[in-house]
């Protein structure tokens, strides 16, 4: 549940904070959050690894960038500092950032 409410202010505080990109005609917001668990979890790619994380080196982040062009239709990009989210996270996340922001759910892409 922390990951989407993460991921739901990452997006509101680009939609409403958008800056005018190097042409008048289009607009982009960009915005990051920490999405680092706060405790212990399995770690995907160490496939012979048979304990949970032992610590962190670095955060792990979400970062969105939100674009609009001059017609005022948007899109949104986000990356995950993950090996992967199942499908139905993905399109959970993509869902609520759509009902949220009144967005087409085809403009949101999850990396």
């Known amino acids: 549940m922390r990951f ?3 991921i ?12 005018p990109a190097c042409s008048e005609s289009w607009r982009a917001g960009a915005a990051s959050a920490i999405i680092t668990p706060d405790e212990a979890m399995p770690m995907a790619g160490y496939g012979s690894r048979d304990r949970p994380s032992d610590g962190k080196v670095t955060e792990l982040y979400a970062k969105a960038l939100v674009l609009e062009a001059s017609n005022k239709s948007k899109a949104v990009i986000v990356t995950l500092d993950l090996v992967g989210i199942d499908r139905e996270l993905a399109l ?3 869902q609520l950032i759509a009902e949220t922001h009144a967005l087409n759910i085809e ?3 999850l990396c």
Do not use: D, H, K, P
């Open 8 to 19: 739901a202010f990452l997006i509101y505080s680009m939609l409403v904070g958008l800056q």
């Open 4 to 6: 989407l409410q993460c």
């Open 92 to 94: 959970e996340v993509r």
């Open 107 to 109: 403009r949101i892409l």
